[in-house]
């Protein structure tokens, strides 16, 4: 199935979401291409536009001045449907079996889309606001005139000719009612039903998507680190693309921010110095009222960095009033961020309290100050939910799935023809339109002829210029050859100085390598002459210590004489005492041998018992004669 999808831009909210559809589409195999007017990134599947009929700085400048730039401060944009000025930049599209229209403000026109619808292809029309069914706005910011007529829009500066009644009154009546409408909410569908213009088109809710691969839990620490934040310290995020909408809630973040401060808890918090503000999009100066620290962003370039401030995040604060289904809260719940919003628009359809975040009621600054307390205190669990229910609702496939089968039933239920218009004559402008605006065009028209005055004048002024500057270049061209001249002569002297500079730097170098080698040659002259007188010195001690040796030789050969004569008279000696030790032995040999006879004879037995009495007297005499005699000695001295 080949797909068509349009949008102004490709990037931004809408153009954001465009993309993710388109890549939702190809990745379950469908052939899907994005057609825009302005194109900013590479993307193969990502088609400009490029047509005089809708690269036109005529409107550009008609809806620049009399919309974008006529809104009243605080109010979101409000954009003209670019008038066409030809349908041939139609025909990219009629090889597709659907056309999905998406944020085209400022690129195709009510009268592109009566011409569109002629090819008879099934055209469904993705709502990211409520530009298509309103006068001009794409926020009503609580008017609903869109239900009517959209007479003297409040949202518009200037707007004498009630221009917005006028483009309301041509949508009512020539925006094909077989467009089928899809919006990502419950409350922009309920919008839409409401409105004078599609209340009779058939309307489906298909919510947007994201890469929940890129917007994913990270590291908070790394992130904390390289904000320069502690790792406990508490981070409430706060992102808009314009913080000076009213809409976007930034003073109820300002008020809640006050009441925050008088709850203990992050009163302690502040006296630690372990809160944070963050915030993204465009700088406000409004957000040094918050009186608490905070760290401006500005615009993130791409969705790895995004999705890493997501993850540092403790919660996403997002007190919008009116919003459809921001891809902020998408993304910051797909990171595991739990959020805290009011309870509006598109985000009621998503946030679950106390599951993936908080909802306050519009304008209940106190309450939502205390969800933020509570997301603080269940954070852990908040993360879990918030990452599984993103993955769940929000994954491209899932979306695209949901498209397939909504582009499939119209493409094989588009038998009746009658829905399609069949005419071909269609004006450029519509008449009811055409009247009011002829007022701008031709103030416009004025304006630029003007501006072709101007600029008229300013091409004679840069005609006399040019001739003055031709001449002014014959002049330089007979100078520049003299100064030619000149730099050629300064040239060589330069080249002859820079050669004698060589010349004397390799003399210098010479004349140090000369004076380092003569100092080398005396340091080793003097290094030679003292380990001469060493050498002198050393021979006179080795001198000594030969005579000494000699003597001792001498010495040590008298004493060896001495040992060996000392060495004969031992072995002469030792040859004596082993006769000697040989003569005893025999004569041992011969008392033994008596000795064991006697213990044999018979006298020996017979005088044993005398010699035993003998023996026990010699003791008997040994030890008690001297006791005997000192007691005589002590009688005769009493």
Known sequence: MKIALLNTFDNGGAGKAALRLNKGLNSIGEDSRLFVKWKTIEDENVTQVISPEVNNKFFDKLSMKYFINNTKPGNTISSLMYPSVGFDFLNLFKGYDVINLHWISSFVSVEALMKLNSIQKPLVWTLHDQNPFTGACHYTH?????????????????????????????????????????TPSKWLAECARESAVFRHNRIEIIANSLETEIYKPQNKSAMKKELGLSDDTKIILFGAEDLSENRKGLHHLLDCTHYLKQNGLFQKLINENKVCVLTFGKPSPILDQMDLPYKALGYIDTDEKIAEIYSVADVLALPSTEDNLPNMMLESLSCGTPVVAFNTGGIKDVIINGYNGYLSEVGDNVNFAENIIKVFSNNEQMIDNSRRYAEEQFALKVQGEKYKELFEELINNKSDSSLFLKTSNVPRVLPEVSVPLMEYVCEVSIEIGNEIKKLEDENIILKQQHIELITNQEQLKVITK????????????????????????????????????????????????????????????????????TDGTARMKQELDAIFLE?????????????EREILKQEKDSILLEYNKILKSKSLAITSPFRSTWRTGKKIARFWLPYALVKYYQRRKR
């Open 567 to 579: 060495a004969d008279s031992l072995r002469q000696e030792i040859r004596s005492l082993t006769a």
């Open 142 to 182: 609580g008017c609903e005139k869109y239900k009517v007529d959209c007479d003297i829009c409040p949202q518009l500066e200037k707007n004498e000719l009630n221009i917005t009644k006028y483009i309301l009154d041509a949508k009512i009546k020539y925006l094909p009612k077989n467009i089928t409408i899809v």
């Open 482 to 549: 003299e100064r030619d001249g000149i730099l050629q002569k300064l040239d060589s002297l330069i080249a002859e100085r820079d050669e004698l500079i060589q010349t004397k730097e390799v003399l210098t170098i010479e004349r140090h390598a000369l004076k380092n080698e003569l100092n080398s040659i005396i340091t080793t002259q003097d290094r030679i002459k003292h380990e001469l007188e060493a050498m002198l010195e050393e021979r006179g001690l080795l001198k000594q210590e030969l005579d000494t040796a």
